[in-house]
């Protein structure tokens, strides 16, 4: 089941994270580094919000909402469709971005700075295609 959502051009990153999350070798990585539960909070050119998480911690799985069966997410990461778009081409810098405040976080900052980790994943899937 695809994770797009057509108001959301960006969200095509969480099906290319969840393939790389697929192989058990890549997802074991990942989970390893990562120590944690990220969701997203992308809002659109219309000012709509909608969200999606990265289980880091324990099962390896990527879906919407803030987390996985009613677990919390660790870190809430909210930007703009627009900017998680240029996150994932490799167009812009997590760390910039939340300097200039077009990236907000909830949680543990430390552990935001994982998620790189993964989107890495996404932007080598996304070269493949």
Not at 69 to 87: Q, Y
Not at 105 to 128: N, Y
Request: no cysteine; hydrophobic share 35%.
């Amino acid at each position: 089941m695809s994770l797009k959502v057509d108001s959301f051009p960006s969200s095509t990153a969480f099906d290319l994270i969840k393939d790389s999350l697929s192989d058990e070798k890549e997802r074991n990585s990942a989970i390893k580094k990562g120590g944690a539960i990220f969701a997203f909070s992308l809002t659109n050119s219309k000012n709509e919000t909608d969200t999606w998480y990265i289980d880091l911690k324990s099962s390896g799985t990527v879906g919407k909402g803030l987390g996985p069966d009613g677990k919390k997410a660790d870190i809430v990461l909210s930007l703009s469709d627009d900017d998680f778009a240029k996150l994932i081409e490799g167009k812009a810098n997590a760390q910039k971005l939340f300097m200039s405040g077009k990236l907000k976080v909830k949680g543990d900052i430390m552990k935001a700075s994982k998620a790189e980790t993964v989107l890495k994943a996404a932007q080598t899937k996304k070269a493949k295609l």
